[in-house]
């Protein structure tokens, strides 16, 4: 992995990835997405070999815009190797999981989706340029167990259950129509784990029995798994420890 781009550079888990990747390889370059720049750690903005870019997964320029910057530091033609979609949404002020039906708004809902689904479709529409070239290409989206249909058992949390459902179909989806037009290539999500982060930050109580791991330690986890990850695991969802998981 030489040519990295991480969506989420300011979220724990997308920071601390950068982090392992940057550390783990001294050629790799790393491009970092952020919707704050300024909320990036500033070891990450002033290491010589990340440059962070404005992107907003809520607004539909963005994309664009990031495609047009990321030209200045990886031309289409040299290509990126690995994407990484870091960003989520659980909570955010208004914005909290749901514990029933009547607990459901339509805006939530909809934010849920733009961060935890729609964003990562449009990016990758908007890279299609940078996946054309002859190496292996890894698309990796940071997703969660509690997207999975078949391993509900607890409901609740109706929008971003249902967003990283959306978002398990969507690689999915890309898995098929992308081997035609990047191949090699390897489209999968990926459960991180429990992780200690802004995100789990209100669950803390709930989370005393599970086994939670520090944003390092989760980054660690996930690029063992990616530096693993070949052609033939297009397709799958795959836990932080290497194990498969049910859609």
Known sequence: MKRILVAGLSGAIGG?????LLERDEESIVVGLARDPEKVSESLRSHSRLTVLAWDAENDQSPGD??????KTIPATTGIDTFIY????????????????????????ARAFAVNATGFAMLVQALLPWLRH???KRILAI?????SIEDNRLGGWYAYRSSKAALNMLVRTLSVELPRRCKPV????????????ALSEPFRQSLAQL?????????GNLVKVIEGITSGDNGHFLSWDGSELPW
């Open 16 to 20: 601390a990835l950068a982090e392992a």
């Open 66 to 71: 990031v495609a047009r910057a990321l030209e």
């Open 86 to 109: 870091a960003a989520g949404l659980l909570h955010d002020g208004p914005v909290f999981p749901e514990k029933r039906l009547e607990d459901m708004k339509a805006n939530s809902m």
């Open 134 to 136: 002859r190496e292996l």
């Open 143 to 147: 997703s969660a167990k509690v997207g």
């Open 186 to 197: 390897a489209c999968v999500s990926l459960h991180p784990g429990t992780t200690d982060s």
């Open 211 to 219: 086994q939670v791991h520090s944003a390092a330690e989760t980054a």
